[in-house]
């Protein structure tokens, strides 16, 4: 059964960047879908991004294009989120997640493996 682990959230003034990663062990990465979702107190968890998991094609919400960067190093069994021009309606929890789909969903009842999620706060 494979375990994901996030890290390198924190908090960062609006502007500023941060790098999510999310390791995977007990079983690689390369042949899995991957998500990242993202909740804030009081609402739901909402898809943020995804990568294929044959091919490189990516996904995005409107809201984070431009400025989100999703991608993935199989050799390492790492998935990375790179998150640039931070606005304080990004803070949130941040979780990543893995489906066996081939297409990866953007909702997350379709995901049956998931991090422990790590907050990112973005000051104003």
């Given amino acids: 059964q ?35 979702f993202r909740q804030a107190p009081g609402k739901e968890r909402e898809f943020v ?5 044959i091919s490189t094609s990516t996904y995005y919400r409107d ?14 069994n790492t998935l990375y989120l790179q998150m640039n021009s931070l606005k304080p309606e990004d803070t949130a929890v941040y979780y990543c997640a893995a489906s066996v789909l081939v297409i990866p969903p953007t909702t997350p009842d ?10 990112v706060t973005v000051s104003s």
């Fill in 2 to 36: 494979v375990q994901l682990v996030e890290s390198g959230g924190g908090l960062v003034q609006a502007g500023g960047s941060l790098r999510l990663s999310c390791a995977a062990s007990g079983r690689t990465l390369s042949g899995m879908s991957m998500g990242c």
């Fill in 63 to 76: 809201s984070v294009k431009g400025r989100f960067t999703i991608s993935r190093d199989n050799a390492k």
């Fill in 110 to 119: 379709k995901y049956p493996i998931w991090g422990q999620g790590t907050q």
């Fill in 49 to 53: 991004s995804a990568i294929h998991r």
